[in-house]
Each structure stands twice: as C-alpha cells, then as structure tokens.
C-alpha cells in the first residue's frame, strides 16, 4: 500500500508543479474534439438528406424526414457532447472521463440501434472508432491523471492501520 | 494443570461482552435453562416424541443414554408459542414500561445498504421461509418472558471455561449460553432458534519461567475461518480493558467482534452456490482486466469482500452501548464452571440445544452443545482448536529461535547428504560422458551409444535437481538466519499479515443514505414486478425492449443512490463495445481476415528489410 500511495503523492506532486500531461490524456482530448467534428458532421448530413428527401408518398415523406430529423438532434447533441468531454479532458476536470465514457456508451447505444434498423454504413465507422476510444480510455496513464487531479481536489486520507504496516 | 490454576487462568483473561442496546438474551446458567426445558426425540417420518416434561430434566439427565435409532435427532423445546391475548397484554405493559433509551433503533435499512440482486434474492429467501420450516414468530417474546423471569429468580451471568494445552499452546475457550437468537424476529436478521452457543479462544504461551503470556485471539464469527478468525495480542483492533479482551456481540445473534459497528453478513443460499462460484470467478476477471484502475485497492489487490447479488444480505448490530459484561462493567461475570473435563452434558448428550425446526437450511434449527456441531460429529473448535484458528503452523514465540535452528540443523544435513550425492552421481556422469566420447566412429556401437546417450540424459537431469535443490537450501538457510537475526533483534512480523479477508464494520460514509434511498430499496423490488406485468399486459409487442428498458432505469437509480455512476457507466460502455465489437467482426469477417493477413505480412516484410539495413 505504501507505493502506491507514494507514487500518487508523487502524481499529485507533478500535477502542483504544473508539468504536462501524459501523452495520452493529451491524444484524447483531440480525438474527443475529431469525435465531436465528425457527429456534428453526421448531424448535418442527417439533416440534409432529411431535407433533400422528394418521395411522392407524403406519409412516407413524413415518416422519412422525421427520421432524419431526430438523428439529427442526436448526433448533434453527441457532438455537443464529445466537446464537453473534449473539454473536460482540456482542463482535467472530474466529470470529463466519466463524460467521455457516456459519450462512447451513447454513441455505440445509438449505432446498435441504428443498426438494427438497417443502419447506413457510416455506422460501423463510428462504431470502430467509439471501440477504440473505450480501450484508449481505459489507458493506465489516461485514467492515473483523473484519479490524481481527484485526489488533489480531495483531502490526502490518513492512512489506515493497514497502510502503516 | 490443577483445576484451580485452570480457573485463575479463566479469571485472569475472561473477557468484557458488550452488548447493543435493545439486547434481550445474555448468557446464562445452563442449568436453569435445562430444568425450563422438555426433551424431545424426532425419528424420520413420525411424530415427535416427548422424552421427559420440562421441569423434570436436570444436566445429569439429559446425558442420560438413549436410543431411537440411527436417524433420530434429540433436541430441547425451550418455550411455547404466545397466544393473541397474552402477546396484547404483554406488549401493552411493554409499551407503558419499557424506556425509550432502551430500545434498539435499527438505522438506515440493510436493503439500503446493499445492491439490487441481493435485494431481490432477499426477497425469495423470506418467501422461501413461508415453505422451510422455522421457528415460530412469537416464540422470541415468549422466550425474552421467560428469560426475565429467569433473572428475576437468579441473576447470573456465566460463562463455561475450557482450558486445553496442544502444540506448546494454552487455549483458553470461553463459551457463553443464550436461551434465545431473536435476529431474525428482533433485528431483521437471518434466523431465529432456541438455545445459542458462542465462543471465543484466547491462546497464551509460557516463557522461560514458565509464566504465561497471551498472544493471539480468536472470535467465532459468521463467514469467517482459518486465519481470519484471529487477531494479535498487539493489534491495535483488539479492544482490551487490562488484561481482558473486548467482545462486541452481535444483536440478536450474539456472533462476536472485535470492533463495535454494524456489520454487514452475507448468508449464501446453499442452492446457488455454484452461480455464486461462477459469478465471482466472472467478477474477479472483471475486476483484473476490465475495470479502470482504481486507488483505493489495497497493494495486494485486496478490496474487502467481494460482492455477490446471489448472497442475502443481513446486518448485524453491534454496537457495544448496551450492557456490558464482564471486569469493570455494569455486571460481572460469576464463578465460571470449567468445562476442561467434559462433564457429561457436554460430552454425552449430541442433541440440540432448542428446537428443531426442520429447516433443511438448519439455520432456524437450535446448535448442538460446544463439543458437537448439529450433525453429532465433534467441533474442529472443540478437538483442535489451534487449527480452527489456524494457528496449527504458528509455534508458541519462545520457541521459534530453537525451531529455526533445528530447522537449520536438518537443512545443513541435508545439504551435506545432496552434495555426497552430486559429487557422486557428477562423477558417474562424467564416466559415462567418456564412454560416449568413446563410441564415436564405429558404426557397430549405434545402438549402445543410443542407450548410453539415453542414460546420460537422465542422469544429467537428477542431477540438475539435485542441484536445485541445493540451491534451494542454502536459500532457505539464509532466510532462516536472518529470520532469527530479526526474532534476536526484537523484531516482530507484521501483526495483520496473516488476514486474508478482514470484516470491517460499515463505515458511517456508506451507510448515509438518504430517505429516499430507504424507500427506493424498499419498493424496488415491487415496482421491477409489476411494471413487468404492467409491459407483459399492455405492450407485449415491446416486451424484451421494455424489460431491458426498466432494468437499465432501475439500475441507473440504483447506481446513482450509491455514487457509482462512473463505475455503472463505464460497466454499461464496455459491454456495448463488445457487442458493437461482434457485430462489427461478424459484419465484415473476410475484411478482418484480409486486412490481418495484409497488416500481419507488411509488418514481417518491414522486420526483415529493417534487419538488412542494420
């Protein structure tokens, strides 16, 4: 229990003298914002080919355009989203990992969804890509420098007994 | 020893019980409690049969012998069941009576303190005590009249003493007797039985001038064996007022603690104890190599108990603001009667101590006596009570410089006899290895070199365990010297390094929950079944969707009522990944299969140039 608790007094210590971040928290923030461009991007084709749509039956129209529309406002606010996360990886703020992994959890959610209702093939790239930001969150170093700013923010604990031993 | 320095001994370290406030059972003389009981026989498939009225038996009668048969069980019914008018009236007299300072407040609920499975496997489990066989509701009220009036003729608070001497050891064993465990009818426990016995050992050793010493404890305690049981004289967890250790009893179940606090207790149904087994591997694995890194495991990776939703959970108070028993508390324990030499009710009679319910999980069934468990076999606590604590490898501390020599001694004779025995077989090896040289160039000798080749080879492998093995040695010789420069220097191994799985009362942080959090705990479950009926009635087209959609609602609540949401979320991420994953593979399986074959050969063509141009 000793080292470790050493080595996040160590991180702590770091973060006070104000060193950079690791690399990776550093990859994640713009892979979050490069998330954000291509949602807000999928926001505005959805919209488009909502709008462009000319079916002659007006129910169909209805229920097309409807369709769109509503994956437009998801994909968009998934874009609004992922530049909280974005943000909240800028500032290592305490909400930004747990954000980012919603991020990821709704945007596969949505995919899924998407998917079982014959998802255009966009899907599966987002879907690849939200994979590969779950395992890249999960990065040791990524998660050590949320953890530390925590534990910055918090009071250092009193170790226990068996942390004295 | 005489009789008498067994007795002083007990005296010297008898310990302090303290109690929950709201406790109504505290341990008492057996013989008052046997001459309140009837003795009853229970054979397979008949009635139960009435041996002797209550009044009539004494100790001596009870180890009296008797036989029924293979299959009989003999047990003791304590107390009858109250009736409709004598329950009013006692609750009324009760009620004008008892003072408020006086009565057990439970605090927030144990359903509260606890995730949605258990909740729901709680829910089947107090079903499931409508069919098992149990022990009567109004049985603890009339058992608590009884009992006071039990003290109101004879106020004693006894113990039964044992003194045992195994291994270099002095194992003292006190053992208390209730008439009643109310923890189910009294504290929303597990169960309810008549007649309770707990225990707990203290174990000393005698110096150089034979004085004796304590050094380790051990409380009997739910879930919890071997090493866990027991704790250092020095451990700052030990409570002690002088020389006499703290016990904080549990309310109820007077189970036994070092520290005062509510605990919580996990009873496994022995039915899903396979899928206890499963998820807890599955849990494990999760843990390692799918949850995110957390700091607050411990070095040793250890996080407490792991939990399990199949387990019932239950809490067990204990407090320690009730009365105290014991050197410098509100009462004192009487002159204890020493049980070292089994008298007969200890020895002879295998029976129950109350009734037997019939429950097949035995839980509201009564306990046998101290030497017996509820089947007739001999306790592990009763006939080695060193092993029971797992103290079975632990020599007495004045002995251990004079084991580590002779365990020296034996390793350095050993070391000798494996060197005659390398020199020997490396001389053979080098023989045999000319002999070979020997062969080269004539073709007649193939088979012979073969064999020989053969022989060489398992010889040169015995002898490279013997090498080993010496290696082995002088290591462990080494450790052994120093260990005994550590022992000589004063020095003392770490005093919880022997714990494995410590229980820990619940910390006031995990149990501030909310109202709201207590009334969600209570109607979750309620509300889960009827919206499922609600879905399968109205809108059975969305049936799964709808199931799937309550659970993820409900799991969410739960999540965020105990401040995991980080943990919910990630847990819920991962899993759609993997699912995303899969489809993805089974969607685009020969893209995968090409792409992995282009990336795999890129990458060895990139190897082997980049080798070139070294």
């Known amino acids: 229990m000793a080292n470790i608790v ?60 409807f369709s769109g529309l509503t994956r437009t406002i998801a994909f968009g606010a998934l874009g609004l989203l992922a530049c909280a996360a974005g943000f909240g990886f800028l500032g290592l703020w305490r909400t930004g990992w747990p954000t980012a992994m919603l991020l990821q959890g709704l945007c596969l959610l949505v995919s899924l969804g998407l998917h079982l209702r014959g998802a255009p093939p966009y899907i599966f790239g987002l879907m690849g890509y939200c994979i590969l930001m779950v395992i890249y969150l999960h990065h040791p170093e990524v998660q050590q420098a949320f953890q530390t700013k925590q534990l910055q923010e918090s009071k250092w604990p009193e170790p226990g007994p068996e942390e004295r031993l | 020893m005489t009789p008498e320095e067994e007795r002083l001994l007990l005296r010297r370290f008898e310990p302090v019980v303290k109690y929950t406030k709201g406790e109504q059972f505290f341990p008492i003389d057996i013989e008052q409690y046997i001459r309140a009981c009837s003795l009853w026989v229970q054979r397979p498939n008949r009635y139960p049969l009435r041996l002797l009225p209550e009044g009539e038996l004494t100790p001596e009668r009870l180890a009296e012998p008797r036989n029924h048969g293979f299959d009989a069980i003999y047990y003791l019914k304590f107390i009858e069941p109250l009736n409709v008018t004598e329950i009013a009236r006692h609750r009324i007299r009760e009620g004008l009576t008892r003072k408020s300072d006086q009565v057990f407040r439970a605090g927030p609920g144990r359903l509260a303190r606890v995730g949605y499975g258990s909740r729901f496997v ?58 009643y465990n109310n923890w189910r009818s009294g504290y929303v426990g597990a169960n309810d039985h008549e007649g309770d016995w707990e225990m707990i050992c203290i174990y000393l050793y005698r110096d150089d001038e034979e004085q004796a010493h304590p050094e380790w404890v051990a409380y009997a305690s739910h879930d919890f064996s071997g090493d866990d049981l027991r704790r250092r004289w020095d451990d700052e967890e030990l409570e002690k007022v002088g020389e006499h250790p703290v016990v904080y009893a549990g309310a109820g179940s007077h189970a ?14 022995p039915f899903l104890t396979p899928v206890i087994r499963f998820t807890r591997r599955l849990q494990v694995f999760w843990e390692k190599n799918i949850l995110p890194y957390d700091h607050r495991k411990s070095a040793d990776g250890e996080t407490g108990l792991i939990f399990s939703i199949f387990r019932v959970p239950f809490v067990d108070y204990a407090r320690g603001e009730g009365l105290g ?93 494996i060197e005659a025995q390398i020199e020997e077989k490396s001389r053979e090896l080098h023989k045999m290895g000319i002999e070979l040289a020997s062969m080269r160039g004539f073709p007649h000798l193939r088979d012979a070199r073969d064999l020989q080749q053969a022989k060489i080879n398992a010889l040169s492998k015995e002898l490279d365990q013997l090498l080993k093995q010496s290696a082995m040695d002088e290591s462990s010789l080494e450790t052994l010297h120093l260990y005994a420069e550590r022992i000589k220097a004063g020095e003392r191994s770490p005093v919880r390094a022997h714990i494995r799985r410590a229980h820990h009362p619940t910390t006031s942080e995990s149990i501030r929950l909310n109202k709201l959090a207590e009334i969600w705990a209570a109607v979750s479950i309620g509300i889960m079944m009827f919206s499922f009926i609600l879905l399968a009635v109205f809108a059975r087209d969305f049936l799964i969707y709808g199931i799937a959609s309550v659970i993820s609602v409900i799991v969410f609540v739960e999540a965020s009522f105990r401040g995991q949401i980080t943990r919910f979320i990630s847990s819920i991420t991962v899993g759609l990944a993997v699912v995303s994953g899969l489809v993805i593979f089974v969607e685009f399986f020969w893209a995968i299969v090409v792409a992995a074959v282009l990336v795999s050969g890129g990458y060895i063509m990139w190897e082997n140039i980049r080798e070139l141009r070294r």
């Open chain 1, 6 to 65: 050493d080595t996040q007094k160590q991180a702590v210590e770091m973060l006070d003298a104000g060193e950079a971040r690791p690399w990776p928290v550093r990859v994640s923030t713009l892979l979050l914002f490069l998330e954000a461009l291509g949602l807000i991007g999928l926001s505005v084709y959805s919209y488009d080919a909502a709008v462009l749509q000319q079916d002659s039956d007006i129910l169909e129209l209805i229920l097309i355009i």
């Open chain 2, 122 to 179: 709680d829910a089947l489990f107090s079903l499931s005590l409508l069919a098992r066989g149990r022990v009567p509701g109004d049985t603890a009220l009339a058992a608590s009249i009884a009992y006071l009036e039990m003290l109101k003729e004879n106020e004693k608070y006894c113990y039964y003493g044992r003194v045992v001497e195994q291994s270099d050891w002095i194992v003292l064993q006190y053992w208390f007797f209730y008439t």
């Open chain 2, 256 to 269: 036994s603690y070092f520290q005062e606090g509510e605990y919580l207790a996990e009873i496994e149904l």
């Open chain 2, 325 to 417: 028993i014991g050197p410098q508390q509100e009462k004192v324990w009487s002159e204890p009667e020493i049980i070292s030499n089994p008298p007969a009710w200890v020895s002879q009679y295998r029976g129950l101590w109350g009734l037997f319910a019939q429950d097949p999980f035995a839980g509201e069934n009564a306990p046998a006596g101290p030497m017996y468990n509820r089947d007739g076999t001999v306790r592990q606590a009763w006939y080695d009570p060193l092993g029971w604590a797992g103290l079975d490898k632990v020599p007495p501390p004045q002995e251990r410089l004079s084991l580590i020599q002779a365990r020296r001694t034996e390793i350095k004779a050993d070391i000798s006899n």
